[in-house]
C-alpha cells in the first residue's frame, strides 16, 4: 500500500517539473486580460459592483472600520485602474478620491455614527 502512494507521489512530482515558467507566465497574462477586459467593459456606474463592504451592526465598530478599510482599498484600486482606461492618467487619484472613496467614507460615518454618538457631536 506505501509503495502505491510513493509511485502515484514520485509521479505528481515528475509531473510538476515539466511545468515551465513560460506556462505559469502564460496563464497569469491570460487571467490579467481577462480582468482587463472586464473592468474595460464596464460602465462608471457598473463599478458599484466592486463594493463590497456592508456594514454590519452585530459587530464592533473597530470590526467594521477594519472591514471598510480593507474593502475600501481594493475598490480604489479597481476605481483608478477603471479611471485610467477611460479617462486617462492625469488627476486620477482626485478623481478616484472625489467620485468613489469620499462617498463610501462619508456613508461609513454615517453608519458607524449611532443615536448617541450624533447627540454628543452636536451637543460639542
Not at 7 to 19: A, S
Not at 92 to 111: A, S, T
Request: hydrophobic share 30%; charged share 35%; glycine share 2%.
Amino acid at each position: 500500500m506505501f509503495g502505491k502512494h510513493t509511485i502515484l507521489l514520485t509521479r505528481m512530482v515528475q509531473k510538476m517539473n515539466e511545468i515551465k515558467k513560460e506556462d505559469i507566465e502564460t496563464v497569469l497574462n491570460h487571467i490579467l486580460s481577462v480582468a482587463d477586459n472586464e473592468l474595460n467593459n464596464k460602465t462608471e456606474k457598473e463599478l458599484e459592483d466592486y463594493w463590497y463592504f456592508q456594514y454590519d451592526k452585530s459587530k464592533s465598530k473597530e470590526w467594521n472600520l477594519y472591514q471598510f478599510c480593507k474593502l475600501l482599498e481594493m475598490y480604489r484600486v479597481r476605481c483608478r485602474k477603471w479611471e485610467e482606461i477611460h479617462n486617462g492618467s492625469s488627476c486620477v487619484v482626485e478623481r478616484v478620491r472625489d467620485n468613489y472613496l469620499m462617498p463610501k467614507i462619508k456613508q461609513f460615518i454615517e453608519d458607524i455614527c449611532d443615536e448617541k454618538d450624533v447627540v454628543k457631536k452636536q451637543q460639542s
